[in-house]
């Protein structure tokens, strides 16, 4: 069975400082790759997502995450961060047999 | 677009006793799926439904656990009897299509739901 793994459980930067969150995950098989986040009260929205081509995905508000295949990595990264990016932020992975599974988050606090 | 509806948005039960959620997804989304997110993990899949036919739930603890769709549009997920463990968001998400070209999931709010 597939998994997604994220490093940071827990993520404190100042405004402007450049985030990235990792993001694993084990499935030999073609994948879908999205990031979602949920701001404090909010429900869980989407980031951005990789289907296929160019392995650098923009996403709104100037997120991007870049997956690796060779490393089975769909890390998210931001150069520089604002105290309204405070939420957090999920990885998930989807194969194509239509199974999604969800890693178990990453906690930003930006600090203004 | 009206985004996906969920009822209640909280709700606190004894154990043994049972609960009921309900989730409209968004009009014309084929797919809807029900996650548990407990407190300090990411969302697990219960159960998956294409149209009104499951297509996934082998993660759904089917002793206690049970969901329908009828119609193909509103679904219920029930829990009867409660337990402790059972404390946890549990979120609904519908998608145009379950095929490997999808547009992500659409969250509801959730229910919170707190088993004492």
């Known amino acids: 069975a597939q998994s997604v793994s994220q490093h940071n459980h827990h993520v404190i930067l100042s405004e402007a400082a450049s985030l990235e969150l990792g993001c694993n995950y084990s499935?030999?098989?073609?994948?879908?790759l999205f990031w979602y986040v949920q701001y404090p009260g909010q429900h869980l929205q989407l980031l951005l997502k990789?289907?296929?081509?160019?392995?650098l995905v923009k996403g709104i508000k100037g997120f991007e995450a870049e997956f690796i295949k060779s490393k089975f990595s769909f890390n998210l990264r931001k150069p520089s961060v604002q105290w309204s990016d405070t939420a957090e932020y999920f990885c998930?992975?989807?194969?194509?047999?239509?199974?999604?599974?969800f890693g178990d988050g990453t906690t930003l606090t930006v600090k203004p | 677009e009206a985004g996906v509806a969920q009822s209640p948005r909280y709700k606190i039960i004894e154990k043994r006793q049972s609960v009921a959620f309900w989730c409209n997804p968004i009009s014309g989304h084929a797919t809807l799926y029900w996650y548990q997110q407990i407190l300090g993990q990411g969302p697990k899949l219960l159960i998956q439904?294409?149209?009104?036919?499951?297509?996934?739930d082998s993660q759904l603890p089917k002793d206690r656990f049970s969901a329908e769709r009828l119609k193909g549009v509103d679904s219920t997920l029930k829990i009867q009897p409660a337990k402790l463990e059972d404390s946890a968001v549990y979120l609904c998400?519908?998608?145009?299509?379950?095929?490997?070209?999808?547009?992500?999931?659409?969250f509801g709010s959730g229910t919170r739901l707190t088993v004492v």
């Open positions: 998930a992975v989807k194969t194509n047999a239509g199974k999604s599974t």
């Open positions: 990789y289907f296929s081509g160019d392995p």
């Open positions: 499935y030999g098989g073609t994948v879908n």
């Open positions: 439904f294409q149209n009104n036919g499951v297509v996934d």
């Open positions: 998400a519908s998608s145009l299509g379950a095929g490997q070209i999808d547009y992500g999931y659409t």
